[in-house]
């Protein structure tokens, strides 16, 4: 069977060996656990190259393999990284170039494509259409284009998406955007002042699952009802029965409604496999 190398790159590096749809070996992973690193907030785009062929390096271990399917943040096309919101310095940068000579087979894809990819492979395996939200530092939704940044609120004062739009999905859901609007308190201090019901925090963890529901509520618009996996660092904050009632009262033609949201797990092993599964169907493609 094929030996496949997955990597996601967003704030840090993760990355393994994979067959099939499983890791095989040791997951890498930079900054390595327990380090004071920021990650590659800051880190110029030759260095990240660099660290992702590094990971590379120590997952194969001079062996050789068939394919590196490397996810990363931001837009990318023909293995540029043609926007990248929350690592801008990467912006333009041709980082399947930097790795490309030195393995046959590289594809560089969007880390949500990767994670959907990697859902799909390991849950999804029954749905024909699995779509999938990635909360974390940006908001993520596979596609070609960054469905992040859909607009969900015409408030001219919605303006805390990293990429400067207004009225953003990202804006309002996204962790950085989060810190950005909350100057004064982390998003988990957030999450757990609503609990206690503090008006401006419950009154924001609204507008948090109302903007959700309502970039879902296009999706089904456009492409009809389903499952909705949620997943990412912050998929933890979802309250899916609040979500659920906001996503109701937002479709209300009966053969759009019925559609589900499942919380999955943030695990570097989907996402790995998501990119590996994605650089070996590219593999055939070619
Ligand atoms: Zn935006």
Not at 14 to 20: I, P, S
Not at 122 to 133: A, C, F, I
Not at 171 to 191: C, K, T
Request: hydrophobic share 45%; charged share 20%; net charge negative.
């Amino acid at each position: 069977m094929a030996k496949i190398v997955g990597v996601m790159a967003s704030e840090r590096i993760v990355a393994g060996l994979v067959e099939g749809s499983q890791v095989v070996g040791p997951v890498r992973t930079y900054p390595e656990p327990g380090s004071e690193s920021e990650g590659l907030y800051g880190v110029p785009a030759d260095e990240i190259g660099a660290l992702v062929r590094k990971q590379i390096e120590l997952v194969t271990g001079g062996t050789a393999v068939e394919a590196v399917g490397i996810g990363f943040a931001g837009i990318i096309r023909d293995g540029h990284v043609e926007e990248s919101p929350n690592l801008q310095q990467v912006k333009g940068y041709y980082l399947q170039g930097a790795i490309g000579s030195a393995f046959q087979r590289v594809l560089v894809l969007n880390d949500a494509d990767a994670m959907a990819a990697g859902i799909a492979a390991t849950r999804g395996k029954l749905e024909s259409l699995v779509r999938v939200w990635t909360l974390g530092d940006g908001i993520g939704y596979e596609g070609v284009w960054e469905g992040g940044h859909m607009v969900v609120t015409l408030d001219p004062k919605e303006k805390f998406c990293g990429c400067g739009g207004v009225g953003h999905l990202e804006g309002i859901m996204g962790h950085a955007a989060m810190r950005r609007r909350f100057l004064d308190m982390e998003p988990d201090e957030v999450f757990a002042e609503a609990k206690t019901g503090d008006a401006r925090c419950a009154a924001f963890v609204r507008l948090w699952h109302r903007a959700l529901a309502a970039a879902t509520a296009t999706s089904v618009h456009l492409d009809g009802p389903g499952k909705f996996y949620l997943t990412g660092p912050n998929a933890r904050f979802v309250d899916v029965e609040r979500l659920n009632i906001d996503l109701h009262d937002m479709v209300r033609m009966s053969p759009l409604q019925g559609s589900l949201f499942e919380v999955v797990p943030t695990s570097d092993e989907i996402a790995i496999v998501g990119a590996a599964v994605s650089a070996d169907r590219a593999r055939f493609s070619l």
